[in-house]
């Protein structure tokens, strides 16, 4: 599968890829993960270089996250199976509002038709207080929203997931589910969007 997860952050975006990925593995799926999108990358990069990605120039964060955007749509067409979290959808909305304010970004639906016909789109939800609870009961060491932000960016995830040129897409409100309903919720939605070969897959482990 080729998955793009995005969402406002705390609504389960990384959640779902981490068990995506352990869910292929023990398929013998192995699927390539990058959900680094974020700055700064919690994933890859010490303490030492998140801080130099933090205090880098906006000029250059938005240049290096455009640059990595168009690295990692190559990989979407090198991988059959690729996990991706946020991408661009997130870039078009937390760049100008949180990392290079007053830069626009204007090439969103242009990546999108370069990426793979059977690229699903998945945007994850939750309600406003209970994103808001997620973050004072367990933070992120470099958590990049504001509390008085959240509706706001809920409705532009929305949009753009709503606006965005990929085909196949699933929305899935996570406010009550636990991260393996939020899987399986993800696993019985993609049925009617994975590609021949995907669902062949399925039907044979059913």
């Known amino acids: 599968m080729r998955i793009i997860a995005i969402g ?3 609504t389960g975006a990384t959640t779902l890829l981490d068990n995506l990925m352990a869910w292929g593995h023990e398929r013998g799926i192995h699927h390539h993960l990058d959900d680094h999108f974020t700055i700064p990358d919690s994933r890859n990069l010490s303490p030492e270089d998140q801080m130099v990605m933090i205090n880098l120039s906006p000029i250059l964060k938005e240049r290096f996250q455009r640059m990595q955007i168009g690295y990692h749509l190559r990989l979407m067409h090198r991988y059959d199976h690729i996990l991706l979290g946020g991408f661009h959808i997130e870039e078009v909305i937390y760049g100008p509002l949180y990392y290079y304010p007053g830069i626009v970004v204007n090439e969103t639906r242009k990546y ?3 990426m793979p ?3 699903i789109l998945v945007h994850l939800t939750a309600r406003p207080d209970v994103i808001q609870t997620r973050m ?3 933070p992120h060491r470099y958590t990049v929203i504001k509390k008085e932000d959240i509706p706001m960016l809920l ?3 929305r949009r753009e997931f709503r606006v965005s040129w990929i085909k196949h897409k699933i929305e899935i409100d996570t406010s009550d589910l636990t991260p393996n309903q939020l899987l399986q919720t993800f696993l019985d939605q993609s049925l009617l969007h994975v590609n021949t070969r995907d669902m062949l897959m399925r039907l044979a482990e059913r």
Do not use: G
């Open 8 to 10: 406002c952050e705390y």
């Open 155 to 157: 409705d532009r995830f």
């Open 136 to 138: 004072e009961t367990n």
């Open 112 to 114: 999108e038709a370069e």
């Open 117 to 119: 016909e059977d690229t």
